[in-house]
């Protein structure tokens, strides 16, 4: 990808209607980008089917959902639910009699970890145990899924799956170091990613996060065939991160954050989308802006880019409601602290020269630096201090509009898209919401 496709007008098509199917190649776990999407199935009418990762027993064997589990992870997404355990990465799959590669890093501690080695023939047997279980799983759920898919009728297959770092205990230190340390705590991700323990995250990240889009589209192969032929659609769409454009110097630039590790799996995805496109499927993957989530929140410094939002919002034509939500931000500060001190502090952080030299588009992901930790960690801790109270911070309720506003833009968009690959930046996510609001 060597240019940014932005999505600059607002969708209007919408070929889906009420019986034709969304799926949800993911299972929903709490409140996150996909929730706005299935409200816009809802209100199409579309019968909700959900997949499930499955869980592990006590000897860490994948298995189905139990009855109880079952229950309530179709409550949880209003609709049915598939079961047959779809869990992604190949960390905890052997070959029978052989350890798995999160064994393989048992005895790995903070001071030997960049040391240790792994037998990679070893992870490779593994790695190949771990896709055909996901592929043969796949099929599985395909299989029933196409008995309640009518003919002629259309289908949105949204992909959610991501992540896949082992379970062990050290990385949690590392990442700690890597994604908050300042100064004496600051460690180099690109220790990491030169690190066996590195290398093999970042083939998990493949696994879960890209390839699994590729495994769904190979695996409703039949279903989109027998759509087609009785006159329905198929869509696939998935969520990356590569990048945001936001208000900078009252122009939208494109900025990051950094480091992003599982930036290079997000671009294997972007390409998994494009070789689709260029055989006839249309798969699109939108690179969504940044925003706080459990999973996020590691990542201290990636709200940042949020705050400007405020601006578009205002700028994108916002009236009333936009300045209800500036009230509302406000209202989340200290007494005698203002808005406008934020936001002052944001643009200091856009201006700093080590934030300018780090939105390099074509060096993307980039690595991190102490100086990029010093201006980002450091901002992102005095502004955190300067609210009321941690659990309730101005970024939450941002990002609560971002998942508003990526929801209806992504659905009307898959009707028609553009590209296999968008950027849904500050400019729409804010003429979206507004346009709702006013």
Known sequence: ??????????????????????????????????????????????????????????NLALRPLNAEELAEAEA??????????????????????EATPTALLDGMKL????????????VARCRAVGTQRFRDSVA????????????????????????????????????NRIYKGRGERFMSSRALLDSDLGKLILMNFDEVTALTFQHLIDGSAAIRARLAGTGGQT?????????????????????TYSNYTQGRAKMRLEDIAKAA?????????????EIRTNSSDIFVGVELSLFSLLKALKKEGGAQWAQEQWDACHALLEDGVSLQDILDKIDAYNADAT??????????PMDNTPELAEVMIGTSDEITK????????????????????????????????HAPVLWLNHDIIARQLNGAHN
């Open 140 to 175: 599985e759920a395909m299989a029933q899924l196409d008995g309640l898919i009518a003919d002629g009728s259309n289908v949105y297959f949204a992909h959610t799956m991501a992540g896949g770092i082992p379970k062990v205990k050290v990385f949690l230190a590392i990442a």
């Open 355 to 364: 934030s300018v030299s780090f939105r390099d588009f074509a060096a993307w």
């Open 111 to 122: 001071n030997n970890w960049q040391e240790h080695r792994l037998d990679w023939d070893q």
């Open 386 to 417: 300067l609210h009321k109270q941690r659990s309730a911070l101005i970024t939450d309720h941002l990002s609560s509009l971002v998942l508003e506003g990526t929801g209806p833009l992504m659905f009307r968009e898959m009707s028609k898209p």
């Open 277 to 289: 496109w260029a055989n006839g499927v249309t798969a699109t993957v939108f690179n969504c802006p």
């Open 76 to 97: 949880n997404l209003g609709g049915r639910v598939i079961n047959v355990p779809l869990m992604a990465g190949f960390d905890l799959d052997a070959p029978a009699g």
């Open 1 to 58: 990808m060597t240019e940014i496709t932005s999505l600059r007008d607002m969708p209007q098509d919408n070929i889906f209607r009420k019986g034709d199917t969304f799926v949800l190649f993911g299972e929903l776990f709490g409140r996150g980008y996909v929730n706005g999407l299935l409200d816009e199935a809802r209100k199409a009418g579309m019968n909700i089917i959900g997949m499930t990762v499955g869980r592990r027993d006590e």
């Open 235 to 255: 869509r696939y769409s998935a969520y990356g991160y590569h990048g945001t454009e936001i208000l900078i110097d009252d122009q939208y630039q494109w900025q």
